[in-house]
């Protein structure tokens, strides 16, 4: 049985135009997409006592979306400079005093914070633009500390850290090694 094949008139020449497109329209989309918007970095640990690890998600998190964490306070809103946080859990009471240093459009940027009563944070989430920087105190020696300062959010686009939206802390009883 004979078979026969159609032959193909392209020239040599034709087909490495063809290859050469190609090559160009691969290339176009490879840079248009690499020339997008830079993502969200959780930027530098400044002076925290753990560098900050960067959550991105849909939804803001909160202290069960880091496992562990039953109690959990949060500021609802952006945090002011010498706001006040009141707990309670077990029968005590426990303060958060918030410190916050805005940026130059007078946006909260920067956050310490310190606890009275006998509970610390096991981690703090801070809330900026669409993700947080999470601070998780558990692998520290202690597994928790009472303060803590220059927490910030993430890095966004254009290269700064985004105002912070909102705070939640995660807390332990003082001593309590998570």
Known sequence: MRVT?????????????AR?????????????FGAGPASAQPGPQLDADVPPVEYTA?????????NGFTLEVDTDDEPTDGEV???????????????VTDNDEGEPELLSFSFTGPFAA????VKGSNNANIYDYRPTMAGQVEADETLHSPINPSGNFAAISHVAFCIVPDGSNT
């Open 5 to 17: 094949t159609r032959a193909t008139t392209r020239s040599t020449r034709a087909r490495w135009g």
């Open 85 to 99: 946080l009141n707990f309670s859990s077990g029968g005590q009471n426990g303060t958060i005093t918030l410190g």
């Open 122 to 125: 096991g981690a703090v989430i």
């Open 58 to 66: 849909e939804v803001n998190p909160d202290c069960s979306d880091i």
């Open 20 to 32: 050469c497109v190609g090559l160009g329209l691969t290339t176009a989309v490879a840079v248009a």
